[in-house]
């Protein structure tokens, strides 16, 4: 299963409080460092594990959130940007203290809709007393649980199971509703510089096995061979999806009376806001001179000459305008150059590695702010000139108006 697929599971809580611990027992093999020291934890610490009876999950172990000094202020704020990123977040609590450091953890969780649930760690030095219980009581925890080292970790791990929210772990199919049995799909795949070396990318394969899963038939292609292996078979597709950089080839390839998407567009159905991109991607005509444009990519990858974020697709805006603008490019979570407001538009990645719940929280301040948002895929659809086309397999066109369906 891939990475984006597993719910993301967060220990946050002060330094020393057995966070490490807790991870270590429930891997059941050392991932983090323990020690008495305090601040042993530095940067954010993920396992992927199998809980049984529930499947994969990613743990991720942070740094204490009262860390101190430069470097702790520093911990603290990957500390933050990790709540952000997870679909339940486990709070530990001891010695009995109930402050403004829990309470801003607490705070975070419910400004994001995280679920969480409460550990008094270390009850084998102190029992929870009338005060923190009630402090516990008055919150929105999903549940809590006194707890240490010694203890068997089995009601825990139900307690997260039954915490972690149905959409962190129930995926639909990518083409399932759009696709039926002994349907013939078409994959166009280029194979260029930026293509990983003796490997397929993320969409790809998860394309095929989504079209096998659903008992179809899946044929693979190079852009170059489409018409001669149209010609040459006679076989119609029910469906076609290409990458997004050779749309134009797939469009004239592809006889108009076949679907045709990208295998962005499916992700932006799949896992982002798709209405707010259908909305917010007519926004490009609007571009004025000198407005900025912010393009999030979601992984990290060496950047070629001819990078799709750094070179193709602000070259295609700007070809499409006509005019001149200033375009920002941000991988991973990491801070923007500028405020969002400072932004006309922002497009994301198809974001096939991150899970849908990062991808949220990676576009919320924009959208809390009201600049438009749209996606890689829909974006170079638009600027070709075959924008009703790429998104027609998942929407319905009417009277030159987008729905989606």
Same mark, same amino acid.
């Given at each position: 299963?891939?990475?984006?697929?597993?719910?993301?599971?967060?220990?946050?809580?002060?330094?020393?409080?057995?966070?490490?611990?807790?991870?270590?027992?429930?891997?059941?093999?050392?991932?983090?460092?323990?020690?008495?020291?305090?601040?042993?934890?530095?940067?954010?610490?993920?396992?992927?594990?199998?809980?049984?009876?529930?499947?994969?999950?990613?743990?991720?172990d942070t740094a204490g959130y009262d860390d101190v000094g430069e470097l702790g202020k520093k911990r603290?704020?990957?500390?933050?940007?990790?709540?952000?990123?997870?679909?339940?977040?486990?709070?530990?609590v001891s010695n009995n203290r109930f402050d403004d450091?829990?309470?801003?953890?607490?705070?975070?969780?419910?400004?994001?809709?995280?679920?969480?649930?409460?550990?008094?760690?270390?009850?084998?030095?102190?029992?929870?007393?009338?005060?923190?219980?009630?402090?516990?009581?008055?919150?929105?925890h999903a549940n809590f649980i006194v707890?240490?080292?010694?203890?068997?970790?089995?009601?825990?791990?139900?307690?997260?199971?039954?915490?972690?929210?149905?959409?962190?772990f129930t995926h639909p199919s990518l083409l399932g509703d759009i696709i039926s049995y002994g349907d013939i799909v078409l994959l166009i795949t280029p194979i260029d510089i930026e293509a990983p070396e003796g490997r397929m990318i993320l969409p790809q394969v998860q394309?095929?096995?989504? @079209?096998?899963? !659903?008992? %179809? &038939?899946?044929?693979?292609?190079?852009?170059?061979?489409? /018409? $001669?292996?149209?010609?040459?078979?006679? @076989?119609?597709? !029910?469906? %076609? &999806?290409t990458d997004?950089?050779?749309?134009?080839?797939? /469009? $004239?390839?592809?006889?108009?009376?076949?679907?045709?998407?990208?295998?962005?567009?499916?992700?932006?159905?799949?896992?982002g806001d798709f209405t707010r991109y259908l909305q917010g991607t007519p926004k490009i005509d609007d571009l004025k001179d000198g407005d900025r444009v912010l393009l999030l990519e979601s992984c990290t990858h060496h950047v070629s000459c001819n990078d799709i974020a750094r070179s193709k697709i602000p070259r295609w805006i700007s070809n499409y305008t006509g005019k001149y603008h200033e375009f920002d490019v941000v991988a991973g979570f990491d801070n923007l150059p500028h405020p969002i407001e400072d932004y006309s538009i922002v497009i994301q990645c198809g974001g096939c590695m991150i899970s849908r719940k990062q991808l949220a929280m990676r576009l919320k301040p924009a959208i809390d702010a009201g600049v438009?948002?749209?996606?890689?895929?829909?974006?170079?659809?638009?600027?070709?000139?075959?924008?009703?086309?790429?998104v027609a397999p998942f929407v319905e066109i009417d009277e030159g108006s987008l729905n989606y369906l």
């Open positions: 299963m891939a990475r984006d697929k597993h719910p993301h599971i967060g220990i946050f809580g002060r330094r020393n409080y057995g966070k490490s611990t807790l991870i270590n027992l429930l891997a059941n093999q050392e991932i983090a460092i323990v020690s008495d020291q305090a601040g042993t934890t530095t940067d954010p610490v993920k396992k992927t594990m199998e809980i049984t009876g529930f499947g994969p999950v990613t743990i991720i603290v704020q990957k500390t933050q940007k990790s709540i952000k990123l997870v679909d339940l977040g486990i709070l530990l450091a829990e309470a801003q953890i607490i705070k975070t969780f419910e400004e994001n809709d995280i679920p969480y649930v409460i550990i008094y760690s270390k009850s084998d030095v102190s029992s929870p007393n009338a005060d923190i219980m009630k402090a516990i009581g008055n919150t929105n707890f240490n080292k010694e203890d068997d970790t089995e009601e825990l791990i139900k307690a997260i199971t039954k915490a972690i929210p149905e959409t962190a394309a095929i096995r989504d @079209i096998i899963d !659903n008992d %179809a &038939v899946c044929i693979v292609l190079k852009e170059r061979e489409v /018409d $001669a292996f149209l010609k040459r078979t006679g @076989i119609k597709p !029910n469906l %076609a &999806v997004s950089q050779v749309f134009l080839k797939a /469009d $004239a390839s592809i006889p108009k009376e076949i679907p045709l998407t990208s295998f962005s567009i499916m992700l932006a159905r799949y896992k438009p948002i749209t996606n890689y895929g829909m974006t170079i659809a638009f600027v070709l000139g075959i924008y009703e086309r790429a």
